[in-house]
């Protein structure tokens, strides 16, 4: 049932003297929703990156769908998608020509405005990137990452800087995008996210994974343990008032 798609054993990733990631082992099952956690320059960025083949190992073995990144990055490149940085948008270009633009790239015939319609961006097919709001230009770089019809995709940090609809508005797509069987590994910050959205969660700490396990069974151990909240849980929180206040939907459009 749980077959394993990446599987990472003892990676290590020096630069120069310095170990950003010391040996770590993780495997991410097909279809889930994996999520890296840990404190900024934990090392989360960079053992994507190696996975992602953009980055050389110092050591350790990387196995993605069957494939040795040491025998064949460049089969592990045709079938995940990495999130481009929106820098890297050429700024003239309209989002449809963008698409067409990254298809010949990947050598890949895509319908854009099927595209555009899976992240709700098809009135916004003839702007250019820089026109659209944070929410749309995530959901564009998303988009991206879908142009080769990928088994994985990496989104690292995708939500951060957004406004609380345009975040929940993510999640609903990353949610669709692993029911229609791609699995996700995603970075963020926030733990209400990860809790949300994350099937398991590895947490990262100086260059070390210090737990992995599902959200849910890492609340009930630490509630096990003893731990109690200092402060009376209420049934609401600062988050639940500003949505309810300012409406779920979208402002962005
Ligand atoms: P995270 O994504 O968890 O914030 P990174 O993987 O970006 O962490 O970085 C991990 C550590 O490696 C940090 O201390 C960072 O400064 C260092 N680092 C990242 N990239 C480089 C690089 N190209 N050269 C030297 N050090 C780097
Ligand atoms: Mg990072």
Same mark, same amino acid.
């Given at each position: /049932? ?12 020096? =630069?120069?003297?310095?170990? @950003?990631? !010391? ?5 991410? =099952? ?15 960025? $960079?053992?994507? #990156?190696?996975? #992602? $083949?953009?980055?050389? %190992? $110092? ?30 948008? =050429? ?10 633009? +990254? ?5 890949? *015939? ?6 555009? !319609? ?6 916004? @097919?003839?702007? %250019? ?10 959901? +564009?770089?998303?988009? *991206? ?37 791609? *699995?996700?590994?995603?970075? *963020?910050? =926030? ?12 947490? /990262? ?12 069974? /890492? ?14 849980? !209420?049934? @609401? ?12 939907? /979208?402002?962005?459009?």
């Amino acid at each position: /049932m749980q077959k394993p798609i990446i599987e990472v054993k003892d990676l290590v990733k020096s =630069y120069d003297n310095f170990n @950003a990631v !010391k040996s770590i082992s993780f495997n991410v =099952y097909q279809g889930e929703i994996f999520g890296l956690l840990g404190p900024n320059g934990a090392g989360k960025s $960079t053992t994507l #990156e190696v996975i #992602e $083949t953009l980055r050389e %190992k $110092t050591s350790g073995t990387v196995i993605v769908d069957g494939i040795d990144l040491d025998e064949n990055p460049g089969a592990i490149k045709k079938i995940i998608g990495v999130q481009l940085q929106s820098s890297g948008f =050429y700024p003239g270009l309209n989002l449809l020509e963008l698409i067409k633009l +990254f298809a010949g790239l990947y050598n890949k *015939t895509v319908d854009p405005f099927e595209l555009l !319609k899976k992240v709700n961006l098809v009135d916004k @097919a003839k702007s %250019k990137s820089k026109e659209l709001s944070g929410g749309q230009r995530q959901r +564009f770089s998303i988009a *991206t990452t879908l142009i080769n019809q990928p088994k994985i995709i990496f989104l690292d940090e995708p939500t951060t800087g957004l406004d609380p609809q345009a975040r929940r508005n993510l999640w609903d797509l990353i949610r669709e995008i692993r029911d229609n069987g791609t *699995t996700v590994i995603i970075t *963020t910050h =926030y733990m209400d996210e990860a809790e949300q959205l994350c099937d398991r969660i590895a947490i /990262m700490d100086e260059g070390k994974i210090i737990k992995l396990d599902s959200p849910d069974k /890492m609340i009930d151990e630490l509630v096990a343990g003893g731990f109690e909240r200092p402060k009376q849980v !209420k049934a @609401a929180n600062l988050e639940d008032v500003f949505i309810h206040l300012t409406g779920k939907e /979208m402002r962005d459009e």
